[in-house]
């Protein structure tokens, strides 16, 4: 059994109060122990409980604590306080399979873990559940639940995924629908493959489990140089990105009319790919994936304009550059021209790098890496200040994905590197130069949405 270490006690916390410590370890909650993070959280949301603790100094104390069902304000250690679970798959368009050798051992963990669905919107497969582990899911209401589905067809799973458990995807869904678990569904399109005949028939299995079924994102499939002995894969063509975009369109057409939102989205990179408008706010219905890149340049956008709205029209002295992905390039460069038309004296440079390190068919900005910004970048008359989107760097924000630290690209290109949220607002006050305190005063509501 995992020991849960106390690593830090929220300050006004339940716990404080009561005297717990760092470096003091739960041992169980009103007489029952427990492996992870998810059955702790189960067991302490009563009204009063009673906690086993044993003290650093190996002491065990007891306390019953009157919570009213609010966290008890402990940080762990390890945050599931057991071993995250990895991934028993080998599918065909897996990134990590797809990376190049040396980089840094985490980068080729592989989690299929279903507390990380629950606690960090991760996406999982099923694969690695039995039965009590999915009755544990639903005795424990973990809703919603991130899966990646791919395709319903049993027998095109078990190729996609490698793994004969695969083949039960509809069953688990059924069941997680029939005791009102909510799913969001992820589907990695893969050209020849699951689109297609084999596209609609996910969609329409999948629409069948409405309304816990939440939604439906569909992405496409990235690949690297890196590919050499593995399962024969290709983008998909602009012209194919169109076709997708108007099949899927008829489902969300019949999906509006019928529950009164279109569940299945596909994300940005299919409109850019096919050089088509993006869709406006009210086609996303709330956002529902935008963590998948599914609306995410259009919630931006929406921000933007709601920023230079806010502050108007002004005079400045200030030149900077953008580096992002060859994707977003024409999007960034369009907000870049209207900052420019807007504040008299603004020049921002926008740079496309092209992804040597993975190659150039990867063209999304969240991976590309240090070296590629400071190869491509270091012969030009850069200004001062450079900037990036904050998804090119690990969670830290100081390390790109191929190790190189924010601080030697800096040092490299003889410039501040400032990375930039997706967010329209942070974009506007940081090219701008702006302080983020006023600047969200004059906005008059939340900065952080994303």
């Known amino acids: 059994m995992p020991k849960a270490v106390v690593k830090e006690v929220l300050e006004n916390s339940i716990a404080e109060e009561i005297g717990i410590c760092p470096g003091d370890a739960i041992l169980s909650v009103d007489g029952e122990t427990f492996c ?44 599931l306080i057991d071993k995250p679970k990895s991934c028993h798959n080998k599918c065909i368009f897996c990134f990590i399979d797809q990376l190049p050798k040396g980089m840094r051992p985490t980068m080729y963990f592989k989690d299929d873990d279903t507390r990380l669905s ?52 509809m069953d688990r869904l059924n069941k997680f629908a029939q005791n009102n678990i909510i799913v969001n569904a992820q589907i990695v399109l893969c050209p020849d493959v699951n689109d297609g005949d084999e596209l609609d028939s996910t969609i329409e299995d999948l629409a069948g489990l409405h309304p816990n079924l939440n939604s439906v994102s569909i992405v496409p499939v990235g690949l690297t140089r890196y590919r050499e002995g593995l399962y024969p894969l290709r983008t998909f063509t602009s012209k194919e990105c169109y076709k997708i975009i108007e099949q899927v369109g008829r489902w969300q057409n019949v999906f509006a009319k019928k529950f009164g939102k279109r569940i299945v989205y596909l994300s940005d990179e299919f409109y850019l790919c096919a050089k088509v408008p993006l869709p406006d706010s009210a086609y996303y219905d709330g956002y529902p994936q935008i963590e998948n890149g599914v609306g995410l340049m259009t919630s931006m956008r929406d921000e933007f304009d709601e920023a230079l709205s ?35 004296g603004l020049v921002i440079d926008v740079y496309a790098i092209r992804n040597d390190f993975f190659g150039e068919e990867i063209t999304v900005s969240g991976l590309v890496c240090g070296c590629d910004i400071v190869n491509q970048l270091k012969d030009k008359n850069l200004p001062a200040n450079l900037y990036i989107p904050s998804s090119m760097l690990r969670a830290d924000g100081i390390v ?28 506007v006050y940081k090219i701008l130069g702006k302080d983020g305190c006023d600047f969200k005063k004059k906005m008059n509501s939340p900065y952080d949405t994303i």
């Open 118 to 169: 629950f606690l960090q919107g991760n996406y999982v497969t099923l694969t690695n559940l039995d039965d009590d582990a999915i009755n544990r899911i639903i005795r424990m209401r973990l809703s919603p639940i991130n899966v990646s589905v791919h395709t319903t067809n049993p027998a095109l799973r078990v190729k996609m995924l490698k793994n004969p458990k695969a083949s039960k995807i």
């Open 310 to 344: 806010a502050i108007g029209k002004s005079k400045t002295n200030r030149h900077v550059a953008i580096a992002t992905g060859t994707l977003a390039y024409d999007y960034i460069r369009t907000l870049a021209d209207v900052m420019q038309s807007r504040f008299d």
């Open 36 to 79: 992870d993070i998810l059955e702790y959280k189960f067991l302490v949301a009563e009204e009063e409980i009673d906690l086993e603790i044993e003290k650093a100094d190996g002491t065990v104390v007891c306390f019953t604590v009157e919570n009213n069902y609010e966290d008890l304000g402990i940080v762990f250690e390890n945050e």
């Open 400 to 427: 790109f994905l191929d190790d190189m630290l924010l601080s030697r690209a800096e040092e490299e290109l003889n410039v501040s590197i400032t990375p930039v949220s997706n967010d329209g607002r942070d974009f």
